[in-house]
Nanobody, 126 residues
Framework: QAQLVESGGGPVQAGGSLRLSCTDSGRPFSTCAMGWFRQAPGQEREFVAAISRIDTNTFYGDSVKDRFTISRDKVRNTVYLQMNSLKPEDTAVYYC???????????????????WGQGTQVTVSS
């Protein structure tokens, strides 16, 4: 069973970088589809990035394309979200998610994922 733990959030100035990590402690060497979403206060949860099962493809939301990169380290059972050129509008709680049955090939909608981490806060100041 998937058990996701995010880390790496914090405060950063605009233009800076952060790398978020999401470790799946419940499924060693997992290559299941995983996604990153974010939610700012008063706003709906927004798709950020996803990596497909077996790492064939990556996908990005329009607002983060060319600035964020999703990747996976199978040995560490961790998916990363490298965030560059951060903007104040990137401020949100960031969540990683996965499909616990590992049947989803890829997904950019939150309802496709049934296992979520606790979230990590990212705050970008201008």
């Amino acid at each position: 069973q998937a058990q996701l733990v995010e880390s790496g959030g914090g405060p950063v100035q605009a233009g800076g970088s952060l790398r978020l990590s999401c470790t799946d402690s419940g499924r060693p060497f997992s290559t299941c589809a995983m996604g990153w979403f974010r939610q700012a206060p008063g706003q709906e949860r927004e798709f950020v990035a996803a990596i497909s099962r077996i790492d064939t493809n990556t996908f990005y939301g329009d607002s983060v394309k060319d600035r964020f990169t999703i990747s996976r380290d199978k040995v560490r059972n961790t998916v990363y979200l490298q965030m560059n050129s951060l903007k104040p509008e990137d401020t949100a709680v960031y969540y990683c998610a996965t499909d616990s049955r590992c049947t989803v090939i890829f997904a950019i909608v939150s309802r496709a994922y049934d296992s979520w981490g606790q979230g990590t806060q990212v705050t970008v100041s201008s």
